[in-house]
């Protein structure tokens, strides 16, 4: 038996030329952990952030240490630990895996912990493998939010968390409002969301509350133009602690997100998806030798919805 297996990552920091590939001994399963054979993975921003050498992920980083990349998994299973129930050899399985510390599903395969995957029905398409982390981040900063609390202004609504966002907030009852320069591409779309042009959203002062996916200043300006008290989910890490300080300023209350595994919420996505009262909308797809050029892509800022990585 081949017990070698690639993955995709870095040794060192700057452009998306340093993704690299290294061939892996398998390693030895823990009792709760299962061994997956990658179908496909999705590329999110903490991919890029980690790969350009930012955040805590990146800092913990070793010099010259391989540090493999992604996050999301759609794979088969082929081994499990010997304490693991209800996921058996043969299993198509879904998840947000790894997360923050220990990226790896841009590779051949990897290994899960059961806390953080699903099982799946095994006919799925390769697009479902862009829901986990952008879908998890946008039911939990929603969670934060409340549909009683006005209208529900979410920016960035054609990337990766935010169509999955506007979807999500429409299902659960918000009142929702993409703010975005890209009206002709949302009209396009599968689902129909109201929206407004930036120029728009700034032609007078808004009252409701804020789904903030774009950070900086960006989100400040909005702050500015929305009514005193209005509550706000920040999502962009790095911006975070800025645009909180700046909303307490304007007598807001912000809050911060980081998307933790959750297994009752990633089975309630994916069997919204299953229901197609929720849909993952999808650019383009690489091929695992394609990493590269898939992050390029995501970095021209040009795609809507998920890239997906076929292993």
């Known amino acids: 038996m081949n017990n070698q297996y690639k993955q995709i990552g870095i040794t060192e920091f700057g452009t998306s030329e340093q993704l690299c590939v290294r061939e892996a001994v398998k390693p ?30 990146a800092q913990a980083k070793s010099e010259g240490a391989f540090l ?35 990226p790896g599903c841009y590779a051949s395969h990897v290994v899960a912990d059961i806390e953080q995957i699903i099982s799946i029905d095994e006919k799925v398409s390769l697009e479902i493998a862009g829901l986990s982390l952008a879908g998890l981040t946008a039911v939990q900063a929603l969670s934060k939010l409340s549909p009683s609390n006005g209208t529900l202004y979410i920016n960035a609504p054609t990337g990766g968390v935010g169509h999955l ?7 659960a009852g918000f009142d929702v409002v993409a703010v975005t320069t890209r009206s002709d591409l949302i009209e396009s779309m599968e689902f129909k969301v109201p929206n407004v042009h930036y120029e728009d959203f700034f032609a007078h002062r808004r009252t409701g ?20 008290g209005t509550h706000f989910v920040t999502v962009p890490t790095v911006t975070k602690d800025d645009v909180i300080t ?25 069997q919204a998806v299953r229901a197609d009262q929720l849909k993952v909308l999808v650019s383009k797809k690489y091929t695992l030798d394609e990493v590269s050029q898939a992050h390029s892509f995501v970095e021209q800022g040009q795609h809507f919805g998920k890239v997906i990585i076929v292993a």
């Open 28 to 57: 030895m399963l823990d009792t709760k952990q299962v061994w997956v054979r990658v179908l496909a993975s999705s590329v999110n921003p903490i991919d890029i952030k980690t790969r350009s050498g930012l955040g805590y992920v």
């Open 68 to 102: 493999p990349l992604g996050y999301d998994l759609l794979g088969v299973v082929e081994q499990v630990g010997d304490k693991v129930a209800g996921i058996q050899p043969g299993d198509t399985v879904l998840g947000m895996v790894g997360f923050p510390t220990n």
């Open 165 to 171: 966002a506007v979807q999500t907030a429409m299902n």
């Open 209 to 228: 509350q804020l789904l903030d996916l774009v950070g900086g200043d960006i989100a400040k300006q909005m702050l500015s133009n929305m009514a005193s």
């Open 246 to 270: 700046h909303g307490q300023t304007l007598n807001m209350h912000g809050e911060g997100v980081l998307v933790m595994p959750n297994r009752e919420q990633l089975n309630a996505l994916y």
